[in-house]
């Protein structure tokens, strides 16, 4: 984790691309293994998460403009979308047991894998380089 932050160089999308493929990378490995292995896995998938939030944030709301402070509230009041993926996973864990209810994790990790594809190009149609403007000079 260490390497692959330093390897995202402080730009939001490949952080968020990077963390997201080593979460997705996670939730396989627990799937396909048991035990300590899975356990390990799992948590290491989940430590991702704190890692990826900060950009996720920041890219959802760049180029908003006069709006950035009404998407930011809308951002964390979304936040509550934690509440629907865990009964969801539960449901699904019902059904087909813990271990492999892991999926609806790996799937989430792939939606942020597409997000942090896509918003590279969303944002340079509006004309924001966000990576450039960020690693460029900071606060």
Known sequence: ????????????????????????????????????????????AGLCCSIMWPSIFSLSIAGLGKYE???????????????????????????????????IAAVCFAYLALFAFLVKGILRKQGIDYDAEISGGGH
């Open 1 to 44: 984790m260490i390497a692959a932050f330093f390897l995202s160089k402080d730009r939001p999308v490949q952080t968020l691309l990077i963390f997201s493929l080593l979460g997705i990378a996670g939730m396989v490995v627990g799937l396909l293994s048991t035990g300590i292995v899975a356990i390990y896995a799992f948590l290491s």
């Open 69 to 103: 402070s009404q998407g930011s509230a809308f951002l964390i009041m979304m936040i509550l979308g934690g509440g629907i993926i865990p009964p969801i996973q539960g449901k699904l864990a019902d059904i087909i047991g813990i271990h492999q209810s892991y999926i």
